[in-house]
């Protein structure tokens, strides 16, 4: 068996590992079990790997209703693809009910085949912590989270969303005025025509001097696989095939009350291909990207207060991952035509990484990494590996996205997918990243499948435009929000979340929250962790504010808040550099 098998299985025998049904197995069946985790039904998965197109990967998300009446059972439903050309593929899963500081107390597992159709997966969960034997309904009234661990090809899926069970408690929280926001946002009123200058509400004497802007920075359009008619699209379009382009997408985004949305377009089919088109005209690739910039250009120019971004989704999933570059100029890519010409204006090897990096830092260009997994962006032979090139020019981290295929056009997609704990490894790693949320829209309803946004804090009074917005990015002003209407601001000594500093002595964190109308704080969570260290974070706090003094070395803090109807806020981390000398603790005075 080869080194890889051995691990699949080392990690069933420890359960870190999803097994399927018979957890008796002895451990050479759990081995074997593990070798068959890269193998298709239809031949091995590493293959046709090397040249497998985007979106014919593993995914898996999950969906249960976050309240239920005390020991009240309720439906857990699991969502499963392999859309790889109808090839078959085994993919195994385990579920654990968690505590809220991990510590597990149930868990289901099973195993699947699939193949050119995606598979749902329902259990009936009774509601309790510990089973049906369990003490009185009430003794479960607990906030708990239910991870999914699942395996397909080699790619590894872990996700957890949170639960209440019983009467779980509401968490009261300080008063807070929140910020400016669009009109729309403040007060759920119809978003104004696409052509109207944008409206905002009047703040607090006392809130904050800032302005929240919630959009989408991940979408495609017919520059790439996506623009799909709602009445038709199943999944991502034939490259360039669809009708609808930037411009519509930035009309609809604009008339469903979006700030601004990005049409980040796959950098490798420009050629109009999924693989590589051995007759492109890499003139016409690049005058399409050029095209697109001119496009979001002219949308701003004629629609005031919405701001429309034109970029591209730079990588491959296999033996990759995607990532966002907000403001190239120029097409980025590895490609040929038959005669041995670049589609693309700048060449960038494909799935190297801390290249990419190096480029985009000498340009000033910004990035983001997509719906990130455990073994994507390499840098080094390691996976999620540090740079200081990437730590500079990468600035988010996308920690939550609604299903990119998704038809809904009410915000009523269930199909989601949790990133965070990926993007906890990428700050462990040493990387300097805020939270987004988006949709990765490739139909034709362009931040409207879902609630969620990502939101940019700019100085009240600052435009907002492609300075301001890259203003934010770099300084990492940003939070990720399930819920359109909501804000969550956490500060460190009165250091705004984004913001690195040099501290002494005690550290106080507060967390600051608004709900919509009649939404209201159910768990918060500040979360701790050492960058550059590669381990795990923790739970620090539970409460809105809490003083510490954390230990001499380099730290960094962010708060996760879950509304009383399971959806999610992130903020921007704060990293701390604490200081241990008297003449430190001075200097800084």
Same mark, same amino acid.
């Given at each position: ?25 002895? *451990?050479? +069946?759990?081995? #074997?079990?593990a070798a /068959?985790?890269?193998?298709t039904? %239809? @031949?091995?998965?590493?293959?046709? $790997?090397?040249?497998?197109p985007?979106?014919?990967?593993f995914?898996?998300?999950l ?18 693809s392999?859309p790889?050309?109808g ?19 149930r ?11 995606p ?14 034997a369990a003490?009185? *309904?009430? +003794?479960?009234? #607990?906030?708990?989270r /239910?991870r999914?661990?699942?395996? %397909? @090809?080699?790619?590894?899926?872990? $996700?957890a969303w949170p639960v209440?069970a019983g009467?779980?408690p ?6 807070f005025?929140?910020?400016r926001?669009h009109a ?8 104004p025509?696409?052509a109207?200058?944008a409206?905002?509400?009047a ?10 802007y919630y959009?989408?920075l991940?979408?495609?359009t017919?520059?790439?696989d ?20 930037? *411009?519509?997408a930035y009309?609809?985004?604009?008339a ?6 990005m ?5 490798h ?17 690049t005058?399409?990207?050029?095209r ?19 970029g591209?989704e730079?990588?491959v999933?296999?033996?990759g991952g995607?990532?966002n570059?907000?403001?190239s ?7 040929r035509n038959?005669s ?7 060449e960038?090897?494909r ?14 260009w910004l ?8 073994g ?5 032979g390691v996976?999620l ?5 990437g730590?500079e ?9 609604s299903?990119?295929?998704?038809r809904s ?8 997918s ?6 906890d490894?990428?700050?462990e ?6 939270f ?5 829209n490739?139909?034709?309803n ?9 939101a ?10 492609s ?6 990015l770099?300084?990492?002003r940003?939070f990720?929000?399930m ?8 500060t460190?000594?009165?250091?705004l ?7 002494c ?17 159910a ?15 923790s739970?620090?706090?539970h ?11 380099e ?6 808040l879950?509304?009383d109807d ?15 000398a ?8």
């Amino acid at each position: 068996m080869d080194t890889n098998a051995r691990r699949k299985a080392a990690a069933i025998l420890t359960g870190s590992a999803p097994t399927c049904s018979g957890a008796r197995a002895t *451990a050479a +069946a759990l081995a #074997a079990l593990a070798a /068959l985790a890269s193998i298709t039904c %239809a @031949g091995t998965a590493q293959g046709h $790997q090397a040249d497998q197109p985007d979106h014919r990967e593993f995914d898996a998300a999950l969906d249960v209703p976050y309240r239920a009446s005390a020991g009240a059972p309720r439906t857990i439903t699991m969502h499963l693809s392999y859309p790889d050309q109808g090839r078959r593929h085994r993919a195994w899963w385990r579920l654990t009910l968690q505590t809220s500081n991990g510590a597990p107390l149930r868990s289901w597992h099973g195993s699947a085949t699939l193949g050119a159709q995606p598979r749902t997966i329902t259990l009936r969960w009774d509601g309790r912590p510990a089973g049906a034997a369990a003490g009185p *309904a009430n +003794a479960s009234d #607990a906030h708990y989270r /239910l991870r999914l661990h699942a395996v %397909a @090809g080699g790619t590894v899926i872990d $996700q957890a969303w949170p639960v209440a069970a019983g009467n779980a408690p509401i968490l009261p929280l300080p008063p807070f005025h929140p910020m400016r926001a669009h009109a729309e946002h403040a007060t759920g009123a119809a978003a104004p025509p696409p052509a109207s200058p944008a409206t905002v509400a009047a703040p607090a004497a006392d809130a904050p001097p800032y302005t929240v802007y919630y959009g989408n920075l991940h979408s495609q359009t017919n520059h790439s696989d996506g623009g799909g008619d709602l009445a038709h699209c199943t999944g991502a379009q034939d490259p360039q095939s669809a009708a609808l382009g930037p *411009a519509d997408a930035y009309a609809y985004a604009q008339a469903h009350g979006l700030d601004f949305l990005m049409t980040s377009e796959h950098n490798h089919m420009y050629d109009g291909s999924d693989g590589t088109n051995a007759n492109a005209d890499p003139q016409q690739a690049t005058a399409l990207y050029r095209r697109g910039l001119q496009e979001a250009s002219d949308y701003n120019g004629s629609h005031p207060g919405f701001l429309a971004i034109y970029g591209q989704e730079w990588g491959v999933i296999a033996n990759g991952g995607h990532l966002n570059i907000f403001n190239s100029p120029e097409l980025l890519g590895w490609e040929r035509n038959g005669s041995g010409q670049l589609l693309a204006d700048t060449e960038t090897a494909r799935s190297d990484y801390a290249a990419l990096y190096s480029l985009m830092r000498s340009h000033g260009w910004l990035g983001q990494f997509n719906h990130p997994a455990p073994g994507q962006f390499k840098a080094g032979g390691v996976p999620l590996g540090y740079t200081p090139d990437g730590d500079e020019v990468m600035v988010l981290c996308e920690v939550m996205n609604s299903s990119a295929f998704s038809r809904s056009t009410d915000e009523s997609e269930s199909h989601r997918s949790n990133y965070e704990a990926v993007c906890d490894q990428l700050l462990e790693a040493g990387y300097h990243l805020a939270f987004s949320s988006d949709q990765d829209n490739h139909c034709a309803n362009w931040g409207a499948s879902y609630s969620n946004r990502s939101a940019i804090l700019l100085p009240n009074d600052t435009a907002l435009d492609s300075a301001g917005l890259l203003a934010a990015l770099r300084a990492r002003r940003v939070f990720a929000t399930m819920d359109k209407q909501a804000q969550i601001l956490f500060t460190a000594n009165g250091h705004l979340m984004g913001e690195r500093f040099a501290n002494c002595g005690p550290l106080a964190l507060s967390v600051r929250y608004a709900g919509g109308p009649g939404r209201s704080a159910a768990e918060l969570a500040i979360i701790e962790g050492v960058p550059g260290r590669n381990g795990t974070v923790s739970e620090l706090a539970h409460t809105a504010d809490t003083t510490i003094t954390p230990a001499p070395g380099e730290h960094f803090y962010y708060a996760r808040l879950t509304q009383d109807d399971g959806k999610l806020l992130w903020s921007a981390p704060v990293w701390v550099s604490q200081q241990a000398a008297q003449l430190s603790c001075a200097a800084l005075k």
